[in-house]
């Protein structure tokens, strides 16, 4: 997209290209707009190589004073609008100052780029990578192009990951015992898990189990903390009585979840819990929150 | 009304909620046809969500079930075609339970499960572990009812039995009872958990809600006996206990009466026979209200139909003690129902009766133990005033006799007297009259002094006025039928033993004295004829061995004939005890035994002169003696005299002159009898008749 300082008409068109273009893989990306945008895939410690072709408009030759690329990886606080802080700052010299009056094309490379956070769109906060084109012009105001691209860091199965076994309850009413097998959980898991009744006193009408997501941004004074629930997955239907225990099987892959960010560049955190509720025939609530580790399994390439 | 505005609801709701099916249905529908999977999980979780309802009775739910079962089959169809929506079934088997609500992902993943089943991808038991598994989310009693019913619709052809297309490695017949079992339990919990749910209901629309559901639990015990692999040693080590242990623990009368009725029903007769310990073993750990003895007489019922089949099966009713184990079982029952009333622990000891006699009706022992068991059960009651009672206690007391046509295999049950005694006097007649007719329709005879002597114990309340009741209470006409039964009774006492005979006949007569004015007019007759009979055979067997003692004498016999026939003095009933006397002569006459025929005559005539004193009565009387007596050929000419002077004596001097003309015409064939050695005595024949002219 052709972003114009004080010029009514675009001087040349910018396209940016993959050298991988083909074959890397796309994901999508909501842009800002609404509209969703597919863009290629990074993972940290890969090469981000590609071509930039710069083509002037209807022939006019453009003047300029240098061309470069940069790699931005840009954290944006929505409370604080047009705050982006660069945490990544990559440049490479395209050009020299000079004259464009045909097309050219530079090729670029910026290799094994350290990009330890991924790609997140949140509440409050966003974090993104970008190559950043610009064109030098003095009065004329430079011609920028940007193109998104996302980050996503695979890893290893943790080595230690016990399961989460918990009894909880409220004196002579209500008395369960809770397991869930895990307490890391890769994006595409399953929660398998059993919830057992010890005591039973008060009419129960259905038991659910929410995923919820609390991103917290800033600090200290400024903290934000927002709280979404991703998922609410009924457990059970009806009341169950002392004994009886209840299967647990939750699927992650439909929902929409990110692996758990922590102070991520000491600006923001996302945490995932999973929210049991159980709920009496009065529409009283009792719960019990678990926090659990979200992580992306898979090979680094 | 608050009632039908319930109803009315309920078939609103009912309404909406088919159409809701009908709505998502259509875009199911349109889903599949276009192969588009997304759209029919999303449509076919929405139909399946009106499954969620609360509002709806079981009978009224099970409409909404079915509807949304039709779907369930055609969606089926669909899964099972990989190659129209390109999603193999381990894929969708996980597909599906991404869907948010319980309900309807549970029967979507049941309907993934039958096409993976039939797949055999996995084998058949690991699927369906996981089904049986995963529905104990549901918890709710009727909506978890219908879903586990679905599941055991769809697995029923898929079980892991031998010579199934299913058939697994291992232990595979467990692994199908093992499903079936859990599923079993499950459903019969949540069935129980029903009366606990929900507004507070009148129990009987609980109790006839819940019947309506009760075929869906019952259904699980009908395939496990359909299941080829279970076997008698599979049933009895695992099936059964398990089942059983379900039923005494729910602890549900309702459940538990079904069940009950349900295994007994369902699996073969010689399961049952060779469980029977087992089995019986249950029934005192059932709640008390539970109609055991319902359920106990069906068991004793098979069993003795099963018995009846074939002669081969009887001697494994011997090995496994069948008896004992049924009677120690009802003695159980009875012992730990403390609130039973009398009339069902008596129509338990009916129905283990009858087993008895179809099964063992040779073993009387058995028979005679049923009644000890039973009186001891009365002995410990109150006196019996309840109607049901009485009639199941007559039915105990029958059944032997319509099975052993001869009454004197009843008479050999030593209990059968000691039931008897518990009856109250109506009915103890009444059973005694069916004594009799039993006899009487058999033509039995009753034929040793002892079986006389237990039989007249039997009807002793025909005989005699047993303490407490008046006979004046009796209506006439009853009390006739009753007399004159037991004297048709006393024609079938015989015996071809002279000996014997009159053992029979003292002892009847020992009985009959007991009786009383009213009814010795009855029972004095038929006994009297029937000792002139014993006379007569003994005329005919002249040539007794020399030397021995012989008690039955004719002479003997009409000297017991005298007392009896005196005992008719306390009725008082003169003309009755004066024809009697009358027909005593006559056959003493023919023994020759000419002072014992004059005795009689004697007898007669007293009583003539002192008793008979209504004039019409009289000449009746005179007439018979002067019959009588001119067939007498054994009196010498001194006796006949004395009686013929006699008779012609009181003819004078009967009130009406015509009478007395008519009388002493008769006399006068006492002076002239027409055969060779008769008298012929024209003198005083003249004499006669000159006396009646003036």
Known sequence: ?301 | MMIADGIEDEEKWLAEGIAGIQHNAFYLHRAVDSNNLREALKYSAQLLSELRTSRLSPHKYYELYMRAFDELRRLEMFFKDEERHGCSVLDLYELVQHAGNVLPRLYLLCTVGSVYIKSKEAPAKDVLKDLVEMCRSVQHPIRGLFLRSYLAQISRDKLPDIGSEYEGDGDTVMDAVDFVLQNFTEMNKLWVRMQHQGPIRVKEKLDKERSELRDLVGKNLHVLSQIEGVDLEIYKDTVLPRVLEQVVNCKDELAQHYLMDCIIQVFPDEYHLQTLETLLGAFPQLQPAVDIKTVLSQLMDRLSNYAASSAEVLPEFLQVEAFAKLSNAIGKVIEAQVEMPVVGAISLYVSLLTFALRVHSDRLDYVDQVLGACVKKLSGSPKLEDNKATKQVVALLTAPLEKYNDIDTALTLSNYPHVMDHLDAGTNKIMAMVLIQSIMKYNTCVSTAEKVDVLFELIKGLIKDIDGTLADELDEEDFKEEQNSVARLVHMLYNDDPEEMLQIICTVRKHIMAGGPKRLPFTVPPLVFSALKLVRRLQGLDGEVAGEEVPATPRKIFQLLNQIIEALSNVPSPELALRLYLQCAEAANDCDLEPVAYEFFTQAFVLYEEEVADSKAQVTSIHLIIGTLQRMNAFGVENRDTLTHKATGYSAKLLKKPDQCRAVYACSHLFWVDDQDGIKDGERFKLIFRHNWT
């Not at chain 1, 094309?105 to 949140?122: A, D, K, L, Q, R």
């Open chain 1, 1 to 301: 997209m052709n972003y114009i300082l004080g010029a009514f008409k675009p001087a040349c068109h910018i396209s940016i290209t993959f050298s991988d273009g083909k074959s890397r893989k796309q994901v999508p990306l909501k842009k800002e707009n609404g509209q969703t945008a597919m863009v290629p895939l990074f993972q940290s410690q890969e090469n981000i190589s590609g071509k930039i072709s710069i083509e002037p408009v209807s022939g006019k030759k453009v003047e300029h004073n240098g061309i470069k690329v940069e790699l931005l990886g840009q954290i944006e606080m929505y409370f604080d609008r047009n705050n982006f802080y660069d945490f990544t700052s990559l440049v490479r010299e395209l050009d020299v100052p000079g004259e464009i009056y045909e097309r050219k094309t530079y090729p670029f490379e910026f290799s094994t780029v350290e990009m330890p956070y991924e790609t997140y769109n949140g509440v409050n906060v966003r974090l993104r990578y970008i190559l950043k084109v610009t064109i030098s012009r003095g009065y004329a105001g430079s011609i920028v192009e940007y193109q998104d691209f996302v980050v996503r860091n695979y890893g290893p199965p943790p080595s230690i990951n016990n399961s989460i076994k918990m009894e909880v309850g409220i004196e002579d009413c209500l008395h369960i015992e809770f397991e869930y097998n895990k307490s890391k959980y890769d994006l595409k898991d399953v929660i398998i898990g059993k919830i057992y009744f010890l005591l039973v006193r008060i009419k129960i009408k259905n038991m659910d189990l929410e995923i919820r997501r609390r991103e917290s941004t800033g600090s200290g004074a400024n903290t934000h903390v927002e709280t979404e629930t991703l998922a609410k997955f009924e457990l059970m239907d009806g009341a169950p009585v002392r004994g009886e225990s209840i299967p647990i099987r939750l699927f992650l892959s439909p929902y929409e979840l990110t692996p758990t960010y922590r102070n991520i560049n000491n600006k923001f955190s996302v945490k995932y819990y999973l929210n049991l509720v159980l709920v009496d025939e009065e529409d009283r609530r009792y719960f019990k929150q678990q926090e659990i580790t979200m992580f992306r399994l898979g090979e680094t390439s």
